[in-house]
């Protein structure tokens, strides 16, 4: 069984900056795409970026130009770098990966972002 693992997130100002990490507990098991979502009080889960093995990236609306993925391949890793956070960012972080017809989801690490 493969376990996605969050790391990272916190409480931030509007305006600030971070990043949450994920990685795979097993190296060696390569997955097709990889990303977040997110999921407010109240609101539905929403995606946030994805990334493609080929590092095809897809971003959600709202946060575009302001939030940027990346992937290790070698350590099996996904990244999100959030710049220029606002107060309606708030949410709990999933981790997610796909791999065939295969889906994981992380266990969520909450971002909160103070106006």
């Known amino acids: 069984q493969v376990q996605l693992v969050e790391s990272g997130g916190g409480l931030v100002q509007a305006g600030g900056s971070l990043s949450v990490s994920c990685a795979a507990s097993r190296r060696f098991f390569s997955f097709d795409t990889m990303g977040w979502y997110r999921q407010a009080p109240g609101k539905q889960r929403e995606l946030v970026a994805h990334?493609?093995?080929?590092?095809?990236?897809i971003y959600g609306d709202s946060v575009k130009g302001r939030f940027t993925i990346s992937r290790d391949n070698v350590n099996n890793a996904v990244y999100l770098q959030m710049n220029s956070l606002k107060p309606e960012d708030t949410a709990v972080y999933y981790c997610y990966a796909q791999r065939s017809s295969t889906e994981y989801w992380g266990q969520g690490t909450q971002v909160t972002v103070s106006s």
């Open positions: 990334i493609t093995h080929t590092e095809r990236t």
